[in-house]
């Protein structure tokens, strides 16, 4: 039996507490580590290039799919020397929406919709913002100045926009509405949209789907950036269970189901 071997079975035998064991087991757990992350990465470069074949592929057959896939390689950085200005990527979205991608045009409403979003704080929220921009070194942003003046002018206020100016207030309204209605509109074509997913350690690569109603019930749960609101929470819950129970939706989970994802809800409290 080699040395290195005899070694290691003395170590596993029950001597780990020693720190010639100690530092060998560590050193080699380090060792395997760094290997299983540098064939991930080249696995994952590997899935990224015949991704990007199947694209092209797509997009010389006239495939909507392969222009609603080119945006999202471009957003998710996948292409080498990937797009980095918002406004491209999104037009390139808008390219694959007008030739007919549901994906596509799930995608920018669900854009639309977080765009419309506005953090509410209070003076604790500010307070800690300003504690951490002074550690920081760091100017206080202007909207925090503002959110903090109206909270000290009108001592009746709990919370308020961390909005510099409150004439966005409706601005932000009402793109987030017009976003959950379009939403809404393209999810009669199909409720989930699809996206790239890969899985390195199995040298698996796939379209996974989406539904496209949880990227949007949270919001009225929670309240934090949007209206707490009941009764838009359930209605986009209810859409999203009816989804999820869709043969459609089925047939794509099983054709690609998501290492991880379990796909829980908490609906949170009444």
């Not at 790239?196 to 950036?225: H, M, T, V």
Request: one cysteine or more.
């Amino acid at each position: 039996m080699k040395p290195d071997i005899r070694r290691w079975i003395i170590c596993f035998a029950g001597v780990m507490g020693l720190s010639g064991c100690g530092a060998m087991v560590a050193g080699t757990f380090t060792a395997a580590n760094q290997l299983d992350q540098a064939r991930d990465k080249a696995r994952r470069n590997d899935l990224a290039a015949q991704h990007l074949d199947d694209i092209k592929q797509r997009q010389a057959k006239g495939d909507p799919l392969g222009d609603y896939l080119w945006a999202e390689a471009n957003e998710k950085q996948i292409v080498p020397n990937a797009i980095q200005d918002p406004a491209t990527i999104r037009r390139l979205y808008q390219v694959a929406a007008d030739k007919g991608s549901v994906d596509a045009k799930l995608v920018l409403a669900v854009k639309q919709f977080k765009e419309g979003s506005y953090p509410m704080t209070g003076l604790k929220g500010i307070e800690i913002h300003e504690q951490v921009t002074k550690q920081q070194n760091r100017p206080i942003h202007p909207n925090v100045a503002a959110a903090k003046k109206r909270l000290e002018e009108d001592p009746s206020l709990e919370y308020t926009p961390l909005l510099n100016d409150l004439a966005e207030v409706p601005i932000r309204e009402a793109a987030w509405r017009k976003g959950m209605k379009k939403t809404e509109e393209a999810s009669q074509q199909r409720c989930f949209f699809y996206y790239s997913y890969f899985f390195a350690p199995r040298q698996k690569r796939c379209l996974a789907p989406r539904i496209a109603a949880d990227e949007i019930w949270p919001a009225f749960r929670d309240g934090g950036s949007y209206p707490k609101d009941k009764t838009l929470r359930d209605h986009w819950y209810d859409q999203a269970i009816a989804c999820e129970q869709t043969l459609e939706y089925q047939k794509a989970v099983r054709r690609c189901p998501v290492f991880g994802d379990d796909n829980y809800r908490f609906k949170g409290k009444d």
